[in-house]
């Protein structure tokens, strides 16, 4: 779409442009998670986990303002703190899908856990890439606790001190399932208000 198409968009709906945006976020963030493999360049993580956690946000505080409409205002990045706002009746809406999405087999060739460690010595980095099995994050709670501060943590992975080491964590899995509840959550509550926008494919 052209720029000037997506500012027609925004001044005529932010809320459909926040959920377009989140979602080129989300393909990226996907597309990069798939390369890391692939590519065999662990570098990837970075992008990867950075484009998904912000997706994520950004389709959080969508709810949120579908929910409490202007009266809704942060700027914090934290995951876990931005669910813990939803409404009780979209929360369970939320985690029914996502109960859902992680019963499937879809998409399991997205890394269940990945690690990047760094470790810099005489200036040089040495970056290391692992896979390990998730452990109790099928509960939204344990895994927002767990990936609450993803995006600022992946964002300046780069701010490492001569002769020090870096580790995170990321569940590319789990993550996607619980992006796709959020999308899903808000197309329910907003399928008949946004009828054209889906019918068009925008919302794709």
Same mark, same amino acid.
């Given at each position: 779409?052209s720029i000037?198409?997506?500012?027609?968009?925004?001044?005529?709906?932010?809320?459909?442009?926040?959920?377009?945006?989140?979602?080129r976020?989300?393909?990226?963030?996907?597309?990069?998670?798939?390369?890391? $493999? @692939?590519? &065999? %360049?662990?570098?990837?993580?970075?992008? !990867?986990?950075?484009?998904?956690?912000?997706? /994520?946000?950004?389709?959080?505080?969508?709810?949120?303002?579908?929910?409490?409409?202007?009266?809704?205002?942060?700027?914090?990045?934290?995951?876990?703190k931005?669910?813990?706002?939803?409404?009780?009746?979209?929360?369970?809406?939320?985690?029914?899908?996502?109960?859902?999405?992680?019963?499937?087999?879809?998409?399991?060739?997205?890394?269940?856990?990945?690690?990047?460690?760094?470790?810099?010595?005489?200036?040089?980095?040495?970056?290391?890439?692992?896979?390990?099995?998730a452990?109790?994050? $099928? @509960?939204i &709670? %344990?895994?927002l606790?767990?990936?609450? !501060?993803?995006?600022?943590?992946?964002?300046? /992975?780069?701010?490492?001190?001569?002769?020090?080491?870096?580790?995170?964590?990321?569940?590319?899995?789990?993550?996607?399932?619980?992006?796709n509840?959020?999308?899903?959550?808000v197309?329910?509550?907003?399928?008949?208000?946004?009828?054209?926008?889906?019918?068009?494919?925008?919302?794709?």
């Amino acid at each position: 779409m052209s720029i000037k198409g997506e500012t027609k968009m925004l001044e005529a709906d932010s809320d459909q442009f926040a959920f377009s945006l989140s979602t080129r976020f989300h393909r990226i963030g996907f597309s990069k998670a798939i390369e890391i $493999d @692939k590519r &065999k %360049n662990p570098l990837l993580l970075v992008p !990867a986990t950075v484009n998904f956690s912000y997706s /994520i946000e950004l389709m959080l505080k969508l709810l949120l303002r579908i929910d409490y409409g202007d009266r809704f205002k942060s700027s914090t990045h934290d995951l876990e703190k931005l669910y813990s706002f939803l409404r009780k009746d979209i929360e369970k809406m939320v985690r029914f899908s996502y109960n859902q999405n992680r019963q499937k087999a879809e998409n399991r060739d997205l890394k269940t856990w990945a690690h990047v460690q760094l470790i810099t010595k005489s200036n040089h980095q040495t970056i290391a890439l692992d896979n390990v099995e998730a452990m109790g994050l $099928d @509960k939204i &709670k %344990n895994l927002l606790a767990f990936h609450k !501060a993803s995006f600022v943590n992946w964002r300046y /992975i780069f701010r490492l001190k001569k002769d020090s080491g870096y580790f995170n964590v990321f569940d590319f899995c789990a993550m996607n399932d619980f992006y796709n509840a959020l999308r899903l959550t808000v197309l329910e509550l907003k399928k008949s208000e946004w009828h054209n926008f889906i019918e068009s494919g925008l919302s794709d």
